[in-house]
């Protein structure tokens, strides 16, 4: 069983960037669909983006569509969510989160897509 820890929240200013981490044990990252979600106390983890095990396929959620970018290092078993241009609403928990891509023929965008969750890590937008 994969173990997911993320790394890289913390407080920045509105119109800042912040890096996270995901680092994940084990011999089979390459074949994981990778993806970040997002949680605010008191309402339902949303989907931010996903990364697809061949190809380095992604897709974005709306809400961070062009700010956000996820990508992957097969070779250091992690995945990196780069957020720019942040907002005071990117404010929330997030979470990294694996599934098995092999077997997987779509973009996994819902809670149930996933498996295996990381701790999460606060980032916290100030205006």
């Known amino acids: 069983q994969v173990q997911l820890v993320e790394s890289g929240g913390g407080l920045v200013q509105a119109g800042g960037s912040l890096r996270l981490s995901c680092s994940a044990s084990g011999r089979t990252f390459w074949s994981y669909d990778m993806a970040w979600f997002r949680q605010i106390p008191g309402k339902e983890r949303e989907f931010v983006c996903t990364i697809r095990w061949r190809g380095n396929s992604t897709y974005y959620g709306e809400s961070v569509a062009g700010r956000f970018t996820i990508s992957r290092d097969n070779a250091k078993n992690t995945v990196y969510l780069q957020m720019n241009s942040l907002k005071p609403e990117d404010t929330a928990v997030y979470y990294c989160?694996?599934?098995?891509?092999?077997?997987?023929?779509?973009?996994?965008?819902?809670?149930?897509?996933?498996?295996?969750w990381g701790q999460g890590t606060q980032v916290t937008v100030s205006s």
């Open positions: 989160a694996a599934r098995d891509g092999v077997g997987s023929a779509r973009f996994g965008m819902t809670d149930n897509d996933y498996k295996t």
